[in-house]
């Protein structure tokens, strides 16, 4: 049987490609990719001449059967995603448990992940953390989810396009407050890298002000919630169901 190898890439700088990523990509039959075309660069800078292999959100039940039948072929393959870490808010866990209920062994080459990237530069609390990966693109399910995590004590990581970004940070001053810390990592490893560390409302004001600041990738990192805000939030919470309690038949 064939090893399945998970095999992170870089984020924007081809020079994180780490050489056992090189000589994994190189060594592979088929490199499964979640778009063939935006792989292929890096494929060439890496040497690798596998073949190549669309695995996206949109094919990857069917497509993980093809692939799970040329690892039980004898093949080795990689999974890739277009950027970082595969099955990091990208495709891949459904073929990497197919691959393993099939008996094969699946493997990690770690490498770049935005969202650690971004938590190694925040300077906020990292020992615990949760990762939220994408809101929901309708303003309404967005803020739901945000007024969800509200009383979070753990420190918060999202992603976010520069498609959202302007509406997105609106909604995080709005739901959790102007004051709480936060870091918005930009472009993190590319030319125009910028980490802004500040409390929400300046995280936003300095994004408005500057349309550059609205272009590209983005990790935003929140601080949990503290203590004592957390306690007020819940306190809340426990007011407002007593008295709807009191209200219902
Ligand atoms: N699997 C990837 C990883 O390990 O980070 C994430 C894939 S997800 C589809 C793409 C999102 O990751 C972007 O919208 C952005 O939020 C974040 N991202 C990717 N590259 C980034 C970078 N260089 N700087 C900041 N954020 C980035």
């Avoid at 075309?37 to 990857?60: C, D, I, K, Y």
């Avoid at 940070?169 to 990592?185: C, M, N």
């Amino acid at each position: 049987r064939g090893k399945l190898w998970i095999v992170a890439t870089p984020i924007g700088n081809l020079d994180d490609l780490s050489p056992r990523a090189r000589d994994v990509l190189r060594a592979v039959a088929l490199v499964a990719a979640e778009d063939t075309r935006h792989s292929a660069p890096l494929l060439a800078h890496a040497g690798s001449r596998a073949r190549t292999f669309a695995l996206h959100e949109h094919n990857e039940r069917d497509q993980a059967e093809r692939v799970v039948e040329r690892l039980l072929g004898g093949d080795d393959v990689a999974l890739v995603s277009d950027a970082g870490t595969p099955l990091v808010s990208d495709p891949g866990y459904r073929l990497v448990r197919a691959a393993r209920e099939a008996g094969c062994e699946v493997s990690p080459v770690p490498g770049p992940c935005a969202a650690i990237a971004a938590l190694s530069v925040a300077g906020l609390a990292s020992d615990r953390f949760v990762f939220e990966g994408f809101l929901p693109a309708k303003a309404a399910a967005r803020r739901e989810r945000l007024a969800e995590l509200v009383a979070e004590p753990r420190t918060l990581l999202f992603y976010e396009s520069s498609h959202r970004i302007v509406e997105a940070l609106a909604d995080f001053v709005a739901v959790f407050g102007g004051a709480r810390a936060a870091v918005l990592a930009r472009e993190l490893t590319k030319l125009f890298e910028t980490v802004i560390a500040a409390p929400l409302a300046d995280v936003e004001a300095r994004v408005l002000a500057d349309a550059n600041q609205q272009r590209g990738e983005f990790v935003l990192v929140v601080a949990g919630a503290e203590g004592a805000a957390a306690d007020a939030v819940l306190a809340e919470g426990r007011r407002v169901f007593t008295l709807l309690r009191e209200e219902l038949p």
